[in-house]
Structure formats: structure tokens, C-alpha cells
């Protein structure tokens, strides 16, 4: 079965930091990974995928996030975090074959201090 | 907007009630994915639907049913409602499996 887990509930950050949020999961066979922000009363928005190639993927908004085959890791991180980042942040994963759901982490929430 | 559309965005309801969420997938898409997002579960599949036919099957309840018509638009049908099926419920569409568009929700109070 797949999973995904978050580690953190929440992630503290000064504005102008680095950030990372970490995601782990487990997948039979190769993996599509997502992430999806949710800002409050909003529904989801993409910010960025991995289905193949490059290990290392940007996406909207500043952000990327490194595949870590090895690791079964997909962290998103971006260099310098802003106080609109604030947000619920959700890593997803489904199988690459195969008729699988999407398979949610249970959200990070950021919180980013002027 | 997505193009994933959701209606109502909002519905109070009491215990023991039937509701039904609406869900317009992104045009083109043929699949449509029902998600259940409450404070203590985070994101949780419930179903999905390909061109008219029942694809995938989570954690739905069986007080919950979906169904999705000719014109591919969704519908999820709660019945015999309890306090903790209050949540938000996301619908997402789909045309890729590496492509998915969620709606804005419809966040359901039961009272």
C-alpha cells in the first residue's frame, strides 16, 4: 500500500531563511510525488511534481523539491522563505502503474516569522 | 479558478440528514476523485470515478455514495449524518494520472 508521512506538524521559519519541509513515503515500483499548498479557506493548489528525470524540481512560487530514490524522500525546500508562505503544506505520492489513488502525508503547517 | 468546480462552498446540516455535493471536473478530464479533509485525518480518499464507472475505492463510508454522469460532473451523496463526518470535502479531476486539479472544497457543518 502507499503512504506518505510528514514528519513535522509544523515547521517554524524566520522570513529571509531557508526552509524545508520533509516528506518520506513508500510506493510499490516507481513513484509520482506532489506537493500541494493550502492557504486558510482555500482549497489545494499545486506547486510541484516529479514523474521522471531530473531529481531536483521547481515549481511555482519559488519553491523545489529533491527526489531521494534511496531515501524514498521528496523535501520541498526554497532558499528564502517569505511571511505569505505561510500555508498547510501536503505531500502526495501514487504509483507510477496501476490504478492507485492519490495518497496524502497528513500536512506540515509552515509558519513564517517577520 | 482551477476549473475544478464545487457546489455549495458551504452547508450547515443536522444529524440524521442527507446532503449531496456537486463536483464539475475540469473540462476534458474523465476522472473525478472524492477527498474527505478533517482536522484529525488529514486527506482521506474516498472514491473515484472514470467516464461514468466507479474506479477506486478508499475509505468511504457506507453511508456515503458517489456516482458520476454522462456529462462527467460528480456528485457525492451523505447520508445519515453524524457530527464527525463534518469536514471538507475536496473533489479533484483528471485527465493524466500525473495531473491532478482539486476544487475549492465544500466544507460541510453538521449540527
Known amino acids: 500500500a502507499q503512504s506518505v508521512a510528514q514528519p513535522e506538524d509544523q515547521v517554524n521559519v524566520a522570513e529571509g531563511n531557508p526552509l524545508t519541509v520533509k516528506c518520506t513515503y513508500s510506493?510499490?515500483?516507481?513513484?509520482?510525488l506532489f506537493w500541494y499548498v493550502q492557504y486558510p479557506n482555500r482549497g489545494l493548489q499545486f506547486l510541484l511534481k516529479?514523474?521522471?528525470?531530473?531529481?531536483l524540481v521547481k515549481g511555482s512560487y519559488g519553491f523545489e523539491a529533491e527526489f531521494n530514490k534511496s531515501q524514498t524522500s521528496f523535501h520541498l525546500k526554497k532558499p528564502s522563505a517569505l511571511v505569505s508562505d505561510s500555508a498547510l503544506y501536503f505531500c502526495?505520492?501514487?504509483?507510477?502503474?496501476?490504478?492507485?489513488?492519490?495518497?496524502f502525508g497528513k500536512g506540515t503547517r509552515l509558519s513564517v516569522i517577520a | 479558478d482551477s476549473g475544478v468546480t464545487q457546489t455549495p462552498k458551504h452547508l450547515i446540516t443536522a444529524t440524521g440528514q442527507r446532503v449531496t455535493l456537486r463536483c464539475s471536473p475540469r473540462s476534458g478530464d474523465l476522472s473525478v476523485y472524492w477527498y474527505q479533509q478533517s482536522l484529525d485525518q488529514g486527506l482521506q480518499f474516498l472514491i473515484q470515478?472514470?467516464?461514468?464507472?466507479?474506479?477506486a475505492k478508499g475509505n468511504i463510508l457506507e453511508r456515503f455514495s458517489a456516482q458520476q454522469f454522462p456529462d462527467l460532473h460528480s456528485e457525492l451523496n451523505l447520508s445519515s449524518l453524524e457530527l464527525g463526518d463534518s469536514a471538507l470535502y475536496f473533489c479533484?479531476?483528471?485527465?493524466?494520472?500525473?495531473?491532478?486539479?482539486f476544487g475549492s472544497g465544500t466544507r460541510l457543518t453538521v449540527v
Open positions: 502526495a505520492v501514487r504509483a507510477y502503474s496501476g490504478n492507485t489513488p492519490l495518497v
Open positions: 479533484a479531476s483528471s485527465l493524466r494520472t500525473s495531473d491532478y486539479t
Open positions: 510506493v510499490s515500483g516507481n513513484p509520482y
Open positions: 516529479y514523474i521522471t528525470g531530473d531529481n
Open positions: 470515478y472514470y467516464n461514468g464507472e466507479e474506479r
